[in-house]
């Protein structure tokens, strides 16, 4: 065991706290106590500054407080191990999901797998998770070696890489694969497609943008620009639809494995083929989600090692060993660490029916619960030392079912995790073994907000040191 890891083991004692449905009502619990902040300021600095808001509002107010924001009754956050549990374990019908009330749900639609609840959503399940898990992941492995070497190719030494933008358009190509069924020589309209996304990523990191997703809370459907801007967008996915069907009724829908030759071929329980708006709704969300996530997990993964020598160079060193285990192993818990402490989506939240109980705290049913997965994962009754990029801290241990917890959980846990990691366990020992990297200036990105990710402000701004391959 390293030096690192022996002084700061990942498992740590958490004090156990009662929680789940509160089945003899809320007397005799304490209400959830509000942050003592006016609403507007509350709403912008959760928005702005979600990181800097959160953990100031935990060193005030402990595990649960209570915000006033946009999500209707403002949201009680917790960060207890023992209440994610409760949510996560609990029977789907109780805890339904307030996803449908975020600015993402007018961009995915009322259609998607992100934004439907109850049995629709199990069934949506159902049918989207096995292009995603076991053998049709492995199929996509070639994709994955394939386009970061391509990506990778274009750096030079002397120059300064956007993170979040080469790591975009690699995992781009990769779930345009596995969605869409793009191969490397792309149709016309599947190269419109793609710039669209990249134009719509790109268009909002603005001002404007974020201001306009604010706009959005508590919509079904976009309204202003960010509604001009998503039928533009549309067309391109829509015109990749027509496209498909005309082929595959041509071709037929044998040995096609990508998810639109599968949502193509699906019915609903009365026979009837999902209509456009539906397909485009899945597509969206699953576009969308599988991709952005990944690049910027990978740019956070850089900003913290070119950040911290000594975990960088154990990197590179195992990456550059010749010994696949020993790359493995080390890729592993820098994937690991990237993801505990610069979760991509930083908080998860569902609206109980019923009243629920946080320790002490009793949460009247209809309110808002979120699991603030920044915090749980900043514990320091879990993870010493936890404002520390320590990748060793992994070495014999696994990530805990509620303790590690970037991909939410329960029966909504990410659909594409699986993918997702495939990605992280090749790209991030690949560019450490083929490349020298140093942050471009010693001060730490700040995490920007954008819709439900929190991403690197800067990009991730790395500077090419050398090239060895």
């Known amino acids: ?22 089945l003899d009502g809320l ?115 070639q994709v994955i070696v394939d386009a970061t070497k391509r990506q990778l190719d274009q750096w030079q030494p002397g120059e300064t890489v956007n993170m979040s933008l080469a790591m975009q358009a690699l995992t781009l190509e990769v779930i345009l694969a596995g969605v869409f069924g793009v191969g490397h020589q792309p149709t016309r309209k599947e190269k419109i497609m793609r710039q ?46 027509k496209e498909r069907r005309a082929t595959l009724d041509a071709e037929g829908f044998e040995s096609k494995d990508d998810v639109l030759s599968l949502l193509l071929a699906a019915t609903d329980e009365d026979g009837n083929p999902l209509s456009d708006h539906e397909l485009r709704d899945q597509l969206v969300s699953l576009l969308l989600a599988g991709h952005e996530t990944t690049a910027n997990t990978i740019a956070w993964a850089f900003e913290r090692l070119t950040r911290t020598p000594r975990a960088y160079d154990e990197l590179r060193d195992a990456a550059r060993s010749g010994d696949d285990e020993q790359s493995s192993t080390m890729g592993e818990w820098v994937m690991n660490e990237a993801m505990r402490s610069r979760p991509v989506i930083p908080i998860v939240g569902r609206r109980p029916n019923v009243d629920w109980q946080l320790g002490d705290y009793g949460v009247p049913a209809g309110t808002a619960i979120t699991c603030s997965i920044l915090l749980v994962h900043h514990r320091e009754d879990l993870y010493p030392r936890a404002a520390e990029f320590i990748p060793s801290r992994w070495e014999g241990n696994k990530p805990g079912t509620y303790t590690w917890i970037p991909f939410g959980g329960g029966t909504r846990r990410c659909l594409g995790a699986a993918l997702a990691l495939a990605e992280l366990r090749h790209v991030i020992p690949e560019i450490a073994r083929r490349f020298d990297l140093e942050a471009d200036r010693p001060q730490a990105e700040v995490p920007l907000h954008r819709n439900v ?17």
């Open 1 to 22: 065991m390293t030096a690192v890891a022996a002084a700061s083991p990942l498992i740590g004692q958490v004090a156990p706290s009662t929680a789940g449905p509160a």
């Open 453 to 469: 990710t929190m991403i690197p402000a800067r990009g991730g701004l790395v500077r090419v040191k050398a090239r060895l391959a």
């Open 196 to 241: 669209a996304v990249i134009w719509l990523l790109e268009a909002s990191t603005t001002p404007i943008a974020q201001l306009s997703e604010l706009m959005q809370v508590g919509r079904t459907e976009a309204w202003g620009g960010m509604k001009w801007a998503l039928q533009a967008f549309d067309k391109t996915i829509y015109d990749v639809i």
């Open 27 to 141: 007397s005799g619990l304490r209400e959830v106590p509000y942050i003592d902040q006016p609403k507007l300021l509350q709403i912008l600095r959760f928005n702005r500054r979600h990181k800097d808001f959160v953990f100031r509002a935990a060193r005030d107010y402990g595990d649960v407080f209570h915000m006033k924001g946009t999500v209707k009754g403002g949201p009680v956050i917790t960060s207890h191990p023992d209440h994610v549990k409760s949510i996560f374990s609990a029977k789907p019908a109780l805890v339904p999901t307030i996803t449908t009330e975020s600015p993402l749900a007018p961009v995915v639609g009322p259609n998607a797998v992100l934004t439907t609840n109850g049995a629709r959503h199990m069934s949506q399940r159902k049918l989207l998770l096995p292009p995603f898990h076991g053998k049709s992941v492995a199929n996509y492995q």
